[in-house]
């Protein structure tokens, strides 16, 4: 049971380029989300998904896309990367009311 | 806007001290809150939950939650050089979408 998974590790993007970060939990959770982590700010909400076919927009949704792929799978795209989008992503997934992290993604846009 | 808050530290304790870490919430309609410890460079690990007034005890690990205050904290006993860490707060809204607000993080360090 590997839990939250994600990938890459890490990235390095120029400005304008695209990308696609995944997600994948092996829980059978219906609820997934999306986190970016700068300092000072605290963990801000990108995008979630309430189970499988539905997505909506949290706190901070500019720049970004996402795709419930199936209910395993949430996908974050980047499609023209920005040197204000180099932060941490993490995902995660919900529980009844737990939500439980993946190991994050460290982006940087140059 | 709904707002979590925690002071940013860091708080310096000795070991085997208590370490009392606190977080205030603005939406009074909250219900659930949570803890996570996060180590550096590593993503966010639930230690607590709590969803009704009073104090939830695990382990070395005790929530504490006050609504009419708006308030919740976190006691640490018997501190330890692991225990070295950002706490970080977060309070659920928003229903049947669960979404957390996180509060920025304290960080914990533990002197030997």
């Known amino acids: 049971n590997a839990g939250v998974t994600q990938t890459p590790k890490f990235q390095v993007l120029k400005t304008g380029q695209s990308m696609t970060l995944q997600c994948a939990q092996d829980?059978?959770?219906?609820?997934m989300y999306w986190y970016r982590q700068d300092p000072g700010m605290g963990l801000r909400l990108i995008y979630y998904?309430?189970?499988?076919?539905?997505?909506d927009k949290g706190e901070v949704p500019n720049g970004y896309n996402v795709s419930r792929l199936n209910k395993r799978e949430f996908s974050l795209r980047l499609e023209s990367a920005a040197p204000s989008q180099t932060s941490v992503y993490f995902c995660?997934?919900?529980?009844?009311?737990?939500?439980?992290f993946g190991p994050g993604t460290r982006l940087t846009v140059t | 806007q709904k707002e979590v808050e925690q002071n940013s530290g860091p708080l310096s304790v000795p070991e085997g001290a208590i370490a009392s870490l606190n977080c205030t919430y603005s939406?009074?309609?909250?219900?659930?809150f949570f803890w996570y410890r996060q180590y550096s460079g590593k993503s966010p690990e639930l230690i607590m939950s709590?969803?009704?007034?009073g104090d939830k005890e695990d382990g070395r690990f005790t929530a504490q939650l006050n609504k009419a205050s708006q308030y919740v904290s976190l006691l640490i006993r018997d501190s330890q050089p692991s225990d070295s860490a950002t706490y970080l707060c977060?309070?659920?809204?928003?229903?049947?979408?669960?979404?957390?607000?996180f509060g920025t993080g304290t960080l914990l360090a533990v002197q030997p």
């Open positions: 709590i969803y009704s007034n």
């Open positions: 939406d009074r309609g909250s219900q659930s």
């Open positions: 998904s309430a189970s499988e076919g539905t997505t």
């Open positions: 995660a997934s919900r529980d009844h009311y737990e939500q439980y």
């Open positions: 829980m059978n959770h219906n609820s």
């Open positions: 977060a309070v659920r809204y928003g229903g049947a979408t669960n979404k957390l607000i």
